[in-house]
């Protein structure tokens, strides 16, 4: 069964530094997204992307976060420069978007990348 | 801003019996609602869905309802396993291709031996 996946499964970097998180979503899947979930809180949204661009993005993320799609398959989320409160599990998500069918299309989530930031 | 809100943060159930997990919303605008499961060091694995036309919608052992008036859904799980031991996420969306999905903070559901 296709899968979303992400790599790497835990990521330790020093505040200030600029980190990639990479997700490969399902192969024919057109809207990817990025979520996190700060330990003992809920999973929030940050951003979604169709067509190589950004179609809504939440608060959280600001000017220090991008995403890219930089291949047929990658879907990356970098944070330019970490600070200890991104220290967080982040879940890459994809759903096809299906015509007509939204009740069906629902988004599916990788395993996620935790990041600890220090 | 607590849009989906899951009031129980744990819930004890055994095994065999009826496990009801229940969510209220505040936003009449969301059209689509979500059960997502989380074992530790997963990602959430969707489970179970419902529209806002709909009260009811079975699928095996899981069952979503849906009180509109009430802005409340509750998922039912019966008979329970003890593989159902994880973390259920209720969540809602609009009805369009790319709506975020907005979360509650989950229940953790044990299945007693």
């Known amino acids: 069964e296709p899968e979303v996946t992400q790599t790497p499964s835990h990521q330790v970097t020093q505040m200030g530094q600029e980190v990639i998180l990479r997700c490969v979503p399902i192969?024919?899947?057109?809207?990817f997204y990025w979520y996190r979930q700060i330990l003992g809180q809920k999973v929030e949204f940050l951003v979604s992307?169709?067509?190589?661009?950004?179609?809504?993005k939440s608060e959280i993320f600001d000017d220090q976060f991008s995403v890219e799609r930089p291949d047929g398959s990658n879907f990356t989320l970098k944070i330019r420069s970490t600070k200890l409160e991104d220290s967080a599990m982040y879940f890459c998500?994809?759903?096809?978007?299906?015509?007509?069918?939204?009740?069906?299309?629902?988004?599916?989530f990788g395993p996620g990348t935790r990041l600890t930031v220090l | 801003d607590q849009q989906v809100k899951q009031n129980s943060p744990s819930l004890s159930v055994q095994e065999g019996r009826i496990s009801i997990l229940n969510c209220d919303y505040t936003?009449?605008?969301?059209?689509?609602f979500l059960w997502y499961k989380k074992y530790p060091a997963e990602g959430p694995t969707f489970l179970i869905s419902?529209?806002?036309?709909?009260d009811k919608n079975e699928d095996g052992r899981f069952t979503v309802f849906l009180n509109k008036s009430a802005k409340h859904l509750s998922l039912h799980i019966v008979p329970s396993q003890p593989g159902d031991s994880a973390v259920y996420f209720c969540?809602?969306?609009?009805?369009?291709?790319?709506?975020?999905?907005?979360f509650g903070k989950g229940t953790r559901l044990h299945i007693l031996p």
């Open positions: 936003n009449s605008m969301f059209d689509y």
């Open positions: 969540a809602a969306s609009g009805m369009n291709r790319d709506d975020k999905i907005i």
């Open positions: 998500a994809s759903n096809l978007g299906l015509a007509g069918a939204i009740s069906t299309d629902t988004q599916y």
């Open positions: 419902i529209s806002s036309i709909k």
């Open positions: 192969s024919n899947h057109l809207y």
């Open positions: 992307f169709y067509n190589n661009e950004i179609s809504e």
